[in-house]
């Protein structure tokens, strides 16, 4: 009796063993034909984009071409993992190009649909595979499907609402600014100079038509926006825009306004206004921060720095302290101390 259950274990095992070893096989052969086949799809569409980009005129490459050799390589409606393979490669190959081939590809992305695959995300249940589903479509610049899309710019998930609000700066470039006033949730800071930097990659040339119709938005997070774009494209001409939220009364207004000013000189009669805006400041290291800016933009305004010293504002009296003793006041900065002490312990010294 333990002899017969001795041999149907080792029989177990031993049919264990193989069905393992069977898998093993079949996983790598799978494998490899799958890599093989992936080796194909990279090799066909790197063929494809770079005949497309610099197109021979004895012998174009043509729509039916790009479509047929596809087909041939494995993207088919059914093939859903190949179809996904190519839409990656499809991203990938867009981030690594720049200027007019860029715009090229974009036109060769729009006669390659992906049979629906990115669309089909949309509809999904799962946040994450919807917001998927969007960044695909405008890296790809599928346009035919924005208005779609469109519909997600106050969607309640904050990563289905960021794509679908930078799909919009991809598709509409500038324009996209005239939604502004009406999007309803909050943008993150992450988001906002994540739509800086795309405008600022695929519309170098600033429309300020479009940017002068957003300054009626009463949003925080819009304001906040606009002062990056201003910064970013380095608009002096929109700098009275930043100055005016120079004294806010939102913290992050006013912290943005104080960035983005630091990248701009003014004339003299816009500096006198920003002192003046200077002491409706309620935070003290705000107010810091922009005096650093005053000092570094401006010359030397005794009557302005004497103010400082001589105001309520003990945080900062020693940095006004500071610059006027390091450009040539050291006796104002003296005189400023030696009042500080009553007259009797002067004359005892």
């Known amino acids: ?10 029989a177990i095992v031993f049919l264990v063993l193989v069905i393992y070893w069977i898998s093993i096989t079949i996983s790598l052969i799978y494998r490899n034909r799958r890599t093989s086949r992936l080796n194909k799809i990279e090799n066909t569409f790197a063929d494809i984009v770079s005949r497309y980009l610099y197109n021979d005129p004895v012998n174009p490459i043509t729509l039916n071409e790009i479509t047929a050799r596809l087909k041939n390589v494995g993207i088919r409606p059914k093939n859903k993992n190949n179809i996904q393979f190519l839409i990656r490669l499809m991203i990938r190959t867009q981030r690594t190009i720049l200027g007019s081939n860029f715009t090229k590809l974009q036109q060769l992305y729009t006669q390659i649909p992906p049979y629906g695959v990115s669309i089909k995300k949309i509809s999904s249940w799962s946040w994450y595979r919807k917001a998927r589903g969007i960044r695909e479509i405008y890296e790809m610049n599928q346009s035919q499907y924005f ?3 469109f519909k997600y710019r106050n969607d309640k998930n904050i990563y289905v609402r960021r794509e679908a ?3 919009l700066v991809v598709f509409l470039g500038w ?3 005239r939604f502004l006033p009406y999007l309803e949730r909050n943008m993150t800071l992450w988001q906002q100079i994540k739509i800086v930097e795309k405008l600022y990659d695929l519309y170098p040339k600033p429309e300020l038509k479009w940017l002068h119709k957003a300054y009626k938005t009463e949003k925080l997070f819009g304001k906040k926006l606009l002062m990056r774009i201003i910064r970013k494209y380095l608009l002096h001409g929109e700098v009275d825009y930043i100055i005016d939220n120079l004294n806010h009364e939102d913290y992050e207004v006013r912290e943005t306004a104080i960035y983005c ?4 000189a003014v004339p003299l009669s816009t500096m006198a206004y920003i002192k003046e805006l200077y002491d409706e400041i309620p935070n003290a290291t705000q107010q810091g921060q922009l005096l650093t800016y005053i000092f570094e933009n401006s010359d030397i305004d005794l009557d302005f720095y004497l103010k400082q010293l001589y105001s309520d504002n003990d945080e900062l009296k020693l940095s006004v302290a500071e610059i006027l003793w390091n450009n040539g006041y050291k006796e104002k900065v003296q005189e400023f101390y030696y009042q500080q002490y009553p007259n009797s312990v002067l004359n005892v010294g």
């Open 1 to 10: 009796m333990n002899e017969a259950r001795i041999l149907l274990f080792i």
């Open 261 to 264: 000013i630091q990248t701009f």
């Open 165 to 167: 609000q930078i799909a």
């Open 175 to 177: 324009e996209s600014l």
């Open 147 to 149: 208005e779609e899309i």
